[in-house]
């Protein structure tokens, strides 16, 4: 189901009914004033009849006296001729046979003998007996002007809706934002925050409607907030504890192994001793995950990138398997500054050396160099890795090459996720920059503001 959006739809919903209102009230009020003109002109034509039936009589009884036989039924009366065709009247007798009509007047009338109004053609008639002279009166008028007035009714309450509607659809969508105010600010707000920010919800100045909802996501962080805390002091506690007894056996074991040497027993005591070195790797990503998981790098402290990076490649260049393999390059000689606190800078350069150990040719040199823009790229030789494996490498337990045993699978891992936190980057790429072989990671710090 497409996602839709709770201001557009009330406000095209208010804007909907306010037309619909609208319109339904002046079509009521068009209609009632509409019967109230219809009144008006039938009453104006009852009384132009009545101020015209002397001159229909007269004219009827001259021409009567006049000839001495009965009036044909195609007579007009020449003593009444209007200014406009859209008035005329005629005479019947008894039976409906016209014995007199006014110029402009059918010679053929199809309404009954019966007092009151009817609408023939285009005309409206008004029909009356006179009981002194045995005949019915019948006066018309043109429907036209009628229509006019109701046409110009209907253009006068119609023309402030067109001219209004607009005004009304900026009031009802500015009022609308206005009443939606609190839900953009809490989206806003949830949307803006990191996966670790798990703080409540301010529920002040919320409606009434909202507050209890937002009240129970904020019972529901608090639950998860406290459960991945407990998670998290439960990984750190028992990977400190675990570290220094895995350290003391592995010294022993140590010994145990040099003394062993040459003898049946000594590879195997070299085997147990390399298994606790890796046991011992694994229980510091433990506690490295653990930190990156608590938020190290959301610190801003002010932190020298070019000396925690040459302290990080000296304590590597002291390991026998490593020596001057490690080489160290630093675009500037001065301090290059970073918003980032120390020991998540140091965790990440070491993460990412070590891959660059583990996963490089150990007869081809591992380059670190350190670049004015806050940028620390790290370049090892091996073979080109393909792009669906550079992109996982970042997931937990993911190594690049499978048959190499070395690493947890959780180094990029750790910093990616901190570099993520201190608004930084990591990028990987294969072949590195400028060669057609190798791995090239590269981490941009941010810069002190």
């Known amino acids: 189901m497409r996602p839709w959006s709770i201001k557009q739809r009330l406000s095209r919903a208010l804007i909907a009914l306010v037309a619909i209102f609208w319109i339904v009230g002046v079509a009521v009020a068009g209609f009632a004033v509409r019967q109230e003109i219809t009144e008006v002109f039938d009453s104006a ?116 809706l067109i001219a209004l509607l607009p005004i009304a659809v900026f009031a009802v969508w500015r009022t609308v934002d206005r009443m939606t105010k609190p839900i953009s600010r809490i989206s806003q707000e949830l949307e803006a925050r990191g ?57 022993q074991i140590q ?62 260049s002291q390991q026998s398997n490593i020596g001057a393999r490690l080489t160290f390059e630093a675009e500037d000689e001065e301090s290059c500054w970073v918003a980032m606190d120390e020991d998540a800078v140091a965790i990440v350069l070491r993460n990412v050396i070590e891959n660059a150990v583990h996963h490089g040719r150990a007869d081809q040199p591992i380059e670190v160099h350190v670049e004015r823009d806050h940028t620390i790229r790290v370049i090892n030789a091996c073979d080109v890795l393909p792009r669906p494996t550079l992109r996982e490498l970042t997931r937990r337990f993911r190594r690049g090459n499978a048959r190499i045993a070395a690493g947890s699978g959780l180094g990029l891992t750790i910093v990616d996720m901190i570099m993520g936190q201190a608004g930084g980057s990591l990028t990987l790429a294969s072949p590195a920059q400028g060669r057609s072989d190798g791995f090239e990671a590269v981490l941009k710090f941010p810069g002190v503001i």
């Open 255 to 316: 010994v145990l192994a040099a003394n062993l040497r040459g003898t049946a027993d000594g590879s195997r005591a070299e085997g147990l001793a390399s298994q606790l070195a890796n046991l011992g790797r694994r229980v510091e990503k433990m506690l490295q995950m653990a930190r990156a998981e608590a938020g190290l790098g959301h610190s801003r402290e002010r932190t020298d990138l070019i000396a925690i990076a040459a302290l990080v490649v000296d304590d590597f």
């Open 195 to 251: 996966g670790s920010d798990l703080k409540p919800i301010d529920t002040t100045g919320l409606p009434s409607e909202l507050t209890p909802v937002i009240e129970s996501v904020n019972t529901l962080m608090a639950r998860l907030k406290a459960a991945i805390e407990s998670e998290r002091a439960f990984v750190a506690n028992a990977a400190h504890e675990m570290r220094n007894p895995i350290a003391a056996v592995q010294a």
């Open 45 to 160: 034509l009852r009384q132009t009849g009545g101020e015209l039936v002397p001159v229909a009589l007269d004219e009827y009884r001259r021409k009567v006296s006049g000839q001495g036989d009965p009036w044909p039924y195609q007579a007009r009366s020449p003593s009444f001729s209007a200014s406009r065709s859209h008035v005329h009247y005629l005479l019947r007798d008894r039976s409906g046979v016209l014995v007199l009509g006014s110029t402009g007047a059918p010679a053929q009338l199809p309404i009954p003998l019966k007092r009151g109004f009817y609408d023939w053609g285009d005309y409206r008639y008004y029909t009356d007996f006179l009981s002194n002279e045995g005949l019915w009166f019948v006066i018309g008028h043109e429907l036209q002007e009628r229509r006019e007035a109701a046409m110009g009714l209907w253009l006068g309450l119609s023309s402030p």
